[in-house]
């Protein structure tokens, strides 16, 4: 990790993490909804096959010393002091009883291959420019994470209500460490009593709940039922861009698939004697969405459809984890 943010994750991939604001989409109205996901699924398809994308949003829950005991409102004001005290008290009191209690982050992590960091500089501040550039249009502020900053978040997920304590001189060859040994665990079970499905990081039971496969359709809110629930999480979405070539030879792949089995299902109708033209409808409907895919990946760069309500990406996975 470097100061200014650049992760060397492994040797030739580098990447940079920038946060961004919340903004007001489902109080919006339907045009500044269909502005904001337009602007999303642009930024999307501006990304080439070298390019890879995680959207995290994690809640993170405040030290248990705070609850309870957090100045929201300065009180210092002899004439909006009081006034300032009685808010602190009913937010505080809101917190003991744990609602509000978790801070949400919202960040977007992107990576590039490069020889080294220097010829990753440019190749990142590229990508932050397009991811900068579609997130002001819908009146988000972003903030490129510095590498102390970065490294506070990892520590947040990794080793929850523990504060980092970090400074530049713990690391280098005299003290013979790295910034992933000063936020790293002191121990990880990966079978817990026993359970293959959990994992204890440092006394702390963690769970990691992937999405394998899902429709071609995926809603503007499919994962705002999950970020909003208030228990300590962090909800990823990875997307990996793919080569026009390689998508348009994919899709090409599935319709030959869809072929024959539109040929073994007018085959065993004809055997039954029914209308060898009357097909199953889900098949009927995977048939002419393939065929709509196939034209778009052949017209535009990527098979990501700006269609407010559904997205259709040409290679992407959700996933609910810790950390990358």
């Known amino acids: 990790m470097w100061h200014d943010g650049i992760c060397e994750v492994e040797r030739g991939l580098f990447s940079q993490t920038v946060s961004f604001s919340d903004v007001s989409y489902q109080s919006a109205r339907q045009e500044a909804q269909e502005a904001i996901f337009s602007a999303c699924c642009q930024l999307y398809d501006s990304f080439g096959a070298d390019t890879s994308l995680q959207l995290s949003v994690a809640n993170t829950p405040i030290p248990a010393e705070e609850v309870g005991n957090r100045a929201f409102f300065d009180d210092s004001d002899p004439v909006t002091g009081r006034y300032a005290r009685e808010y602190n008290r009913i937010l505080n009191d809101k917190m003991r009883e744990g609602v509000s209690n978790l801070v949400r982050t919202r960040t977007i992590t992107y990576a590039v291959g490069a020889r080294d960091v220097d010829a990753a500089v440019p190749m990142l501040a590229r990508v932050r420019g397009s991811v900068a550039g579609a997130l002001s249009r819908v009146r988000c502020e972003v903030e490129p994470l510095d590498g102390e900053a970065r490294l506070r978040a990892i520590n947040d997920l990794l080793r929850p209500g523990r504060p980092l304590v970090f400074d530049w001189s713990m690391v280098g060859p005299t003290t013979g460490l790295r910034t992933k040994d000063l936020v790293c665990p002191d121990s990880i079970e990966l079978r817990p009593e026993g359970s293959s499905t959990q994992l204890r990081i440092d ?16 809603s503007d809110c499919c994962l705002a039922s999950v970020i909003d629930l208030p228990i300590p999480l962090c909800a990823t979405l990875h997307v990996q861009g793919m080569d026009k070539a390689k998508a348009v030879a994919l899709v090409k792949q599935r319709l030959a698939w869809m072929d024959k089995e539109i040929i073994d299902e007018q085959m065993s109708a004809v055997k039954k004697g029914y209308d060898f033209e009357i097909l199953p409808s889900e098949l009927k409907y995977s048939k002419a969405e393939a065929e709509d895919c196939s034209t778009t990946c052949r017209t535009r760069t990527s098979a990501s459809s700006p269609t407010p309500g559904s997205c259709t990406p040409t290679r992407a996975s959700a996933r609910s984890s810790r950390t990358r």
């Open 203 to 218: 006394g702390v039971w963690h769970q990691t709940l992937v999405v394998r496969s899902f429709g071609s359709e995926l």
